[in-house]
Each structure stands twice: as C-alpha cells, then as structure tokens.
C-alpha cells in the first residue's frame, strides 16, 4: 500500500492571503503608500516609546540629586 503523495507548497499564511486580496484591489502605487504609512506609524509608535524611556530616566536622575 503506498502513501498518500506529499503536498509540494506551503498552505499560504493570513499575512500572504492579506497581501494576495490586497494586489487584487489596489494599485502598485497605492500598496507602496500604506506600506510607507504604516512604516511610519510603526517609527513614530518607537519613537514615542523612546522618549517616555528617556523622561522616566531624566525624572529619576533629577529625584537622586
């Protein structure tokens, strides 16, 4: 008795079936800018983080002194 054959391809992720709907309906152009939006947001978001880390550090060295 032989085995059932192996599938060849990966069953795509949510992230891959997102992009494959997202080429359907948008142009190139358009997928570059929200994929640039969104790098932006993510910057901001890190930079945002940064500096409430910096302030909590400034706010304890000046609580020392």
Do not use: C, H, Y
């Not at 494959?20 to 640039?36: D, F, I, K």
């Not at 983080?49 to 609580?63: G, N, S």
């Amino acid at each position: 008795m032989q085995a059932a054959p192996v599938r060849a391809t990966a069953i795509p992720s949510f992230t891959d079936a997102l992009r494959a709907v997202e080429s359907l309906l948008m142009s190139s152009g358009q997928r570059t800018a929200r994929r640039n939006a969104w790098t932006s947001v993510l910057e901001d978001r890190r930079r945002a983080k940064d500096r409430v880390e910096a302030q909590q550090v400034l706010e304890r060295a000046a609580t020392r002194s």
